[in-house]
């Protein structure tokens, strides 16, 4: 066997490791985020007779807490470095919510239990965020479906052109809605990018394929004096 050879089978094994070794990584970190989605929340849940925990969401997540412990009566959440000192309550739909805008590490408290919240960047194959500036080529280019997942009066007071709108809490029961879309280019933007990277994790975790994220929000497109409809 001659040293070209030899040097073409060694790229390719190197190669195959290192395909795997960024295949494992990315499942290593999806496996790590912690709790499930619902509703366009992610719920995180506090089981009973622990003292530490940890959680890793992605930023933009909106976090609820479902603690399991029914010895805390109405325990209080506090996260000193984000200003937040809240009564939690036991009922899903009513418990109140928080946005993790920002990535790092920050220490929280539930009654006696003790932790930290990671907050780390979305990252996926399918996955793309773009600048408002890198938005209005993708627009001029290709064309893709545009998705709003703000509110009604968000979107009554102004949006993107032709922007569908499907508010964050109403996507995984409106999948039918965007069926068709499934291996189509999607845009999805918010106010300032951080429920269109939720809504953007919940459709790829169910088969969609080609998903772009405005990360700076509908407010930095509109000071562009980009198009918007009203």
Not at 9 to 34: D, G, R
Not at 95 to 116: D, E, L, Q
Not at 133 to 141: K, M, Q, V, Y
């Amino acid at each position: 066997m001659n040293k070209t050879t030899l040097s073409t089978i060694s790229v390719f094994t190197l190669s195959l490791i290192l395909c795997f070794v960024l295949l494992n990584a990315n499942l290593f970190a999806e496996n790590h985020i912690s709790g499930s989605v619902q509703e366009g929340y992610r719920i995180l849940p506090v089981p009973k007779g622990v003292n530490t925990i940890e959680f890793t969401v992605y930023r933009g997540d909106y976090l609820k807490f479902r603690v399991e412990d029914e010895g805390l009566q109405s325990p209080v959440l506090s996260i000193p470095s984000l200003a937040i000192t809240q009564s939690l309550t036991g009922d899903f739909r009513t418990a109140p919510y928080f946005k993790m805008k920002t990535t790092g590490t920050y220490p929280f408290s539930i009654g006696h239990v003790t932790g930290n919240i990671t907050v780390v960047e979305y990252e996926e194959a399918q996955y793309q965020a773009l600048t408002a500036e890198e938005t209005a080529r993708l627009i001029e280019n290709i064309s893709p479906v545009i998705l709003d997942v703000r509110t009604h009066a968000e979107y009554a007071g102004g949006h993107l052109p032709n922007a569908i709108l499907i508010p964050v809490q109403e996507i995984q029961q409106r999948f039918g809605e965007l069926s068709a879309y499934q291996h189509e280019n999607i845009l999805i933007y918010c106010a300032t990018g951080n429920r269109s990277t939720v809504a953007a994790k919940i459709l790829i975790d169910n088969g969609f394929t080609r998903i772009y994220n405005m990360r700076e929000g509908f407010h930095v497109w509109a000071q562009h004096g980009y198009a918007v409809e009203r």
